[in-house]
C-alpha cells in the first residue's frame, strides 16, 4: 500500500530526468524544489523591503530632514510597497502552493511542471530590473506603490518604463502560477476527493487563483496606460488631452481591492490547517467556511472606490461603496468565529505555530475593525491618506499575511526537511515579532488620528515622541527577524529527526484517545489516497 509520500519520495528521484546540483534548480520541474525557491526568493524581498522600511523609519525617527532627500524617501516608500507585496507576501504564498497542494490532493506533481519552473525564474530578473532603477539617472520610482497618475505620468523619472516593465513581468508570473494551481486541483485530485473534502488551503488558493487571473489584466492596463500617456503622447489620465487623473484611480483600485484579498485568503487557509491541529479537533463550520471566502472573494470586487472617497463620487456611490465594504465583515467574522469555535473545549497546546495562528487571530481582527472604521466614509474624510491608514494596512498585511506565512513555516518544515526546528528559538522569535510589531504600527493609529499624513519625510513636532518609540518598534521588528533566518538554516543543517507524525503526540496526546476523529491536514493520508 503506498502513501502519499512513498509517491512523493518515488517522484523526487526520477522527476523528469533532472540533473543534480545547480543545474537541477535552475531546471527542476519539481513542485517542492520551485516551492523552496519561491520561499526563499520571498525571504530575499522581505529583507530587502525591510531594508527600505528601516531607511524610512529612521528619517522619520525625529522632526525635521535628517538623513536621506525627500525624493529619494519617496523611492523607498514606493519600492518598500511594490517589493513587499510583489516580491514578499505573493511569492512566499506561491511556495507554500506549490509544495502542499499536490500533496494535500494526492497528486504527484502540480499539473503544468515547466511553466512552473518558468513563473519562478521570471521573478528574479523582474526585481533585479525593478531595483536596478534606483541607480538610474533621476532614481527609481517615486510616485508610491500605487503610483497614481499624473505623479506616474506627467513627474516621473526616466526609469519609470523599468518599474511598468518590472510590473508586468510579476502580473504575467502570477497568471502562469494561478493557471497551474487552478488545473492541477481540477484534474490531478486523488480518486474520492470531491471538492468538499479538500483542505481549506487547497480551497482558498483555488479561489485566489482566480482572483488573479481576474484582476492582474486589469493592472497590466493600468501600468500600459501610464507608459504610454509618459512616452508616447496619449492622454489617458492628462485632462489637459481630455483624459481623466481620477480613471486611474478606478482602474489601479479595481485591481488593487481585490489584490489584498489575494494576500490574505491563503493566510485563511493556513491558519484553518493549524488551529484544528492543534485544538486536536475538526475544524468548526468547514462548509461555512468554504462559502465565507467565495463571497469575499465575490464582494472584493464591488468595493474598489472605498479608497476613493475623498475624489467627490455622488452620494449614491458613496453609500453603495460603504455598505458593500461593510458587508466584506460578515463573512470575516464568519471565520474568525469558527476559528473561535475550533479551539473551544479543545486539548489545547501551544507550540510555535499555534502562537503565530492565535497572534493572526487576534491582530488581523484589530486590522478588521479600524478596515470597518475606514469604510464609513464620513470618518475616512478625516483619516484618508494620514497614519491611520498605514496603520490599518499593516496590521492586515504584517501580522495577517506575514504572521501566517511564518506559521505555515514553523508547521510544515519538518516535513520539508526531516528535521524539527529549535522550539526555544521559535519562541524568542515569535515573542520578539509580537511585542516590536505592536510597538511599531498601534502608536500609528494615534498619530493619524492626530493628523501625521502619509508618505512625508517630515512631520509637525507634536508627534516627535509617538515616532520615536514607532522606530524603536520597527528596528526590533526587523532584527528579530534575524532569529527566524537563524532558526531555518539550524533546522535544515543540523535539527533533531522529526518523527513522522510531528504534532499529533504533542504533549503525549495521541488523536485516537479523543472522541472526535482527526482532521485531515497534510501530514495525515486520508484513507482514499492509501
Known sequence: MSTISDVHDDHDEHHHGAPRGLMRWVLTTNHKDIGSMYLWFSFAMFITGGAMAMVIRAELFQPGLQLVEPNFFNQMTTMHGLIMVFGAVMPAFTGLANWLIPMMIGAPDMALPRMNNWSFWILPFAFTM???????????????????????????????????????IMGISSIMGAINVIVTIMNLRAPGMTYMKLPLFVWTWFITAFLLIAVMPVLAGAVTMV???????????????????????????????????????????????????????????????????????????????????????????????????????????????????????????????????????????????????????????????????????????????????????YYWLPKWTGNMYDEGLGKLHFWCSLISVNVLFFPMHFLGLGGMPRRIPDYALQFADVNAIVSIGGFAFGLSQFIFLYMVIKCIRSGEPAPAKPWEGAEGLEWDELPSPAPYHSFSTPPEIK
Open 227 to 409: 507608459l504610454t500617456d509618459k512616452y508616447f503622447g496619449t492622454s489617458f489620465f492628462d485632462a489637459a488631452g481630455g483624459g481623466d487623473p481620477v480613471l486611474f484611480q478606478h482602474i489601479f483600485w479595481f485591481f488593487g481591492h481585490p489584490e489584498v484579498y489575494i494576500m490574505i485568503l491563503p493566510s485563511f487557509g493556513i491558519i484553518s490547517a493549524i488551529v484544528p491541529a492543534f485544538s486536536r479537533k475538526r475544524l468548526f463550520g468547514y462548509a461555512s467556511m468554504v462559502y465565507a471566502t467565495a463571497s469575499i472573494a465575490g464582494l472584493s470586487f464591488i468595493v474598489w472606490a472605498h479608497h476613493m472617497f475623498t475624489t467627490g463620487m455622488p452620494v449614491a456611490a458613496e453609500l453603495f461603496f460603504m455598505f458593500c465594504t461593510m458587508l466584506i465583515s460578515v463573512p470575516t467574522g464568519v471565520k474568525v468565529f469558527n476559528w473561535v469555535a475550533t479551539m473551544w473545549r479543545g486539548s489545547m497546546t501551544f507550540e510555535t505555530p499555534m502562537l503565530f495562528a492565535l497572534a493572526f487571530i487576534v491582530l488581523f481582527t484589530i486590522g478588521g475593525f479600524s478596515g470597518l472604521m475606514l469604510a464609513i466614509t464620513p470618518v475616512d474624510f478625516q483619516y484618508h491618506d494620514t497614519y491611520f491608514v498605514v496603520a490599518h494596512f499593516h496590521y492586515v498585511l504584517v501580522t495577517g499575511a506575514v504572521f501566517s506565512i511564518m506559521a505555515a513555516a
Open 130 to 168: 525593478l531595483l536596478a532603477s534606483l541607480f538610474m539617472e533621476g532614481g527609481g520610482p517615486n510616485f508610491g506603490w500605487t503610483f497614481y497618475a499624473p505623479l506616474s505620468t506627467n513627474y516621473s523619472p526616466d526609469s519609470t518604463a523599468l518599474f511598468v516593465f518590472s510590473v508586468h
